[in-house]
């Protein structure tokens, strides 16, 4: 579960084009600290984590949003549990090449040219 949040705690800071530094600064940590949090090595508290979610402009909830049902469900055993989440390679919300096109999609200022945008990339999908 640490390690679930500390990975949306991440895909969101860099989807805002946020350094863990900046990301430190505003909520009073270093960069070392919110690193420990993105990693999972340190379990981010309820309070910490509202602080976060107001600076990244979420609710709390988008923390948790995609978490495997048996993490929800398996009790956590003694000592440090191996992560089942995948790596950050393969994640599709992480690669930079996704960052940089959703960055850039909202950079578009004409809500219609936007739309017209993601029809475009959905119809070359399709083919």
Known sequence: MDTHVGN?????????????????N?????????QK???GFNRVSSSRL???AK????PVEHFFDGMDEAAVTTKRK????????????????????TLELVRAYYKIRSKSLR????ELIM?????
Do not use: I
Request: glycine share 6%; no cysteine.
């Open 26 to 34: 505003a909520v009073g940590l270093t960069f070392q600290q919110v």
């Open 115 to 118: 739309e017209k945008t993601r």
């Open 8 to 24: 949306r705690l991440r895909q969101r800071r860099a989807l805002l084009g946020m350094s863990q530094t900046d990301l430190g």
């Open 78 to 97: 003694p000592g440090r549990p191996r992560s089942t989440e995948k790596s950050t390679d393969s994640d599709l919300n992480t690669k930079r090449e």
């Open 55 to 58: 600076v990244l402009d979420v």
């Open 37 to 39: 949090y993105e990693r």
């Open 123 to 127: 119809a070359l999908a399709r083919d």
């Open 50 to 52: 509202f602080e976060f």
